[in-house]
């Protein structure tokens, strides 16, 4: 690695905004073309093709473009990712498909008791931004491990930390597989193992080239058209349901209609017993309880234990670790975390709507009182096995319709009779965003399984070469067995994400905010907290799995963070009490790292690395 590229403040391309306003621009453009042939009676199928295969080829182009063979620019994307794109890049790691697929289907279900999983990923970021991401840019390490591990000066503890943070890793990357497999696979009458495999191809291939820097501007590109799907979408359909263009502050106006509606269709459910959690299934099911009626799939314990596993799972997610990395500084790190917030804040808000609006259009377009004939779009969903109802029946009421949880996006543009290229506009920032979120789950795993795993007793800085072709084929292998594992897995997704945010803060999140912030921890209280959280949770998951888990911790295990996280906190502090105090290297090093400004820690040591190399010849 150059001193050069070591020593110089890196530069940040004024240009990045302008090629992300033409990917804008060409998205756009894309959509009223689809909208003209659409009206000049072109192939759907074809639009939805056209529509679909714009993100697609947009991974590849970025794939090819960032190909980097610099193991320092592979790993940490050269450490120039503007604040407002990172956030964007950042914001389709952390939601996901998972944001913005399935949580409107989870608030089409549950209504205000689907509000843990909104709140918990905001005051997860809030947590990331305050306690962790201006100190994992400080330090500069390449992985969450890796911070761990260098943080002790332990290389056992940063194996058993790669090890423990793979499983979260993976589970995320299985549900994002399933998926896109799941709603594309059904909207194009496509076999579900074939979307898998483009995606697991093109991921692959875009992560191989340009690691990092392909996962920032790939991801940036996916938000990008998301964030335009959920503006354009929810302001036309409250337009044409309640006659106002911004449906997030509009539920009031409308509250005792649905209200009256919901009292029609008899949606009456009792409150939840205490400490009960109910995750709303990926299979077809009926609405059955009123959207603002609280607390009847979960009661006010579970309520507040399930924001808090994802706030943990949230702030300690490993490939948010690694971009938060990848910013230009500390300062701008700090400026990243906070428009990554401002823009998870819109979405957050923007969801609930979107289920709202699906159900209000909903309650109007099957009427309780009056059965009526299936409406052409019901019919279509059904076709497509994304609704089920009986098909022979003269009349149907709502209360007889069955709908899939993950289809709730694609649900109200074709109740309000949208136009199909609007429909379609759905699946691609579906594919878009699901696309975006394997390749940063697989580039932290590649990145973990290379400098954690395969060169944690090499030398910092040294074999860059064969650490960009060991990371290649790694990135490669992580995206095949996420791909063959979505293909055997029969998890709901979203159920696979709160395990994993479990997993994630049980063994990560209590970790870094000790080793950050409490300078009495060691190598010894490190390990053996991250081992009881990890193992105490991953314990809970699997006796959940069998049925014989008491009620307290949640039928799916998504509550099991909040028994391994105060476990891990009480061993960690207790070994590193009854063990000798860190050396004075270390505290020293926490020192450094708590600094808001200043050279990068690993980048220093690698630049005097390579100084002291050149002295020797």
């Known amino acids: 690695m150059a001193i050069s590229s070591l020593t110089a403040s890196p530069t940040i391309r004024s240009s990045q905004g302008a090629y992300f306003a033409v990917l804008a621009s060409c998205f756009a453009s894309l959509v009223l073309l689809a909208l003209v042939f659409d009206q000049l009676g072109a192939s759907s199928n074809q639009m939805m093709l056209a529509m679909v295969a714009f993100p697609l080829a947009a991974c590849v182009l970025i794939g090819v473009i960032s190909f980097s063979s610099s193991s320092h620019v592979w790993l940490t994307g050269g450490r120039v990712a503007p604040p407002a794109l990172g956030a964007a890049s950042a914001l389709a790691t952390c939601l996901g498909s998972t944001g913005f697929v399935v949580l409107p289907g989870a608030f089409f279900f549950l ?37 761990i591990g260098q943080r002790f000066e332990s290389r056992t503890l940063r194996l058993v930390a790669a090890g423990a943070l793979t499983l979260p890793c993976l589970l995320l990357l299985i549900g994002e597989f399933k998926l896109a497999a799941f709603l594309l696979g059904h909207a194009m009458q496509q076999p579900g193992p ?47 349901t309640i006659n106002i263009p911004v449906p997030q502050i509009a539920y009031g106006l409308v509250k005792t209609e649905i209200a009256r509606l919901e009292t029609m269709a008899g949606m009456d459910t009792h409150r939840a017993a205490s400490i009960v959690l109910t995750l709303p299934s990926s299979a077809p099911q009926a609405l059955v309880k009123p959207f603002f009626q609280p607390f009847v799939a979960n009661d006010p314990w579970s309520f507040t234990l399930l924001t808090l596993t994802i706030a943990m799972g949230v702030a300690s997610m490993p490939a948010l670790f690694a971009q938060a990395g990848a910013s230009a500084s500390v300062g701008s790190s700090r400026r990243m975390s906070v428009w990554l917030i401002a823009m998870a804040g819109a979405v957050t808000v923007t969801l609930p709507a979107v289920a709202f609006l699906t159900r209000l259009a909903l309650l109007h377009a099957l009427p309780i009182a009056i059965p009526v004939a299936a409406p052409g779009w019901l019919a279509e969903l059904a076709k497509l096995g994304l609704a089920d109802f009986d098909t022979e029946a003269a009349t149907v009421p709502l209360s007889a319709v069955h709908f899939t949880r ?37 580039m932290a795993l590649a990145a973990m399984w290379v400098q954690d795993v395969a060169m944690v007793f090499a030398a910092p800085g040294s074999a860059g070469t064969l650490r960009v072709l060991a990371g290649r084929l790694l990135a490669i292998a992580a995206v095949c067995v996420g791909a063959a594992l979505s293909l055997r897995t029969r998890a709901d997704p979203l ?5 994993a945010m479990a997993l994630s803060g049980s063994s990560a999140f209590v970790l870094l905010v000790l080793s950050v912030w409490w300078k009495r921890i060691n190598q010894h209280g490190a390990t053996a907290g991250l081992l009881a959280g990890s193992l105490a949770a991953l314990a809970q998951i699997v006796i959940s799995l069998n049925g014989a888990v008491p009620q307290l911790f ?37 020192r450094d790292i708590r600094m808001g400004s200043g050279e990068t820690v690993r980048d220093r040591e690698a630049r005097l690395a390579q100084l002291h190399k050149l002295d020797a010849r």
């Open 111 to 147: 209504g205000f008791d689907a509000l843990p999983f909104t709140c918990g990923i905001l005051l997860g970021l809030v947590l990331h931004t305050i306690l962790i991401a201006p100190y994992a840019r400080k330090d500069g390490s390449a992985t969450l491990a890796g911070f």
């Open 495 to 499: 159920t696979l994400f709160t395990w």
């Open 406 to 442: 993950d289809s709730t996006n694609l649900l109200l543009p074709l109740a309000l009779g949208l136009p199909r290229p609007l429909v379609d506009t759905v699946l691609a920032s579906a594919a878009a965003v699901a696309l975006a979120a394997i390749a940063a789950e697989a």
């Open 194 to 240: 074939v979307i898998v495999a483009v995606l697991a191809a093109i991921a692959a291939f875009a992560v191989a080239l340009g690691g990092m820097r392909a996962v920032m501007w790939s991801g940036a590109a996916a938000a990008i058209i998301a964030l335009m799907v959920l503006a354009i979408l929810p302001s036309l359909s409250g337009l044409l």
């Open 554 to 590: 949640g039928v799916s295990g998504a509550l099991a963070s909040i028994l391994a996280a105060p476990l891990a906190a009480a061993v960690a502090i207790a070994t590193s009490l009854l063990t000798p105090p860190p050396c004075p290297a270390q505290i020293e090093l926490l």
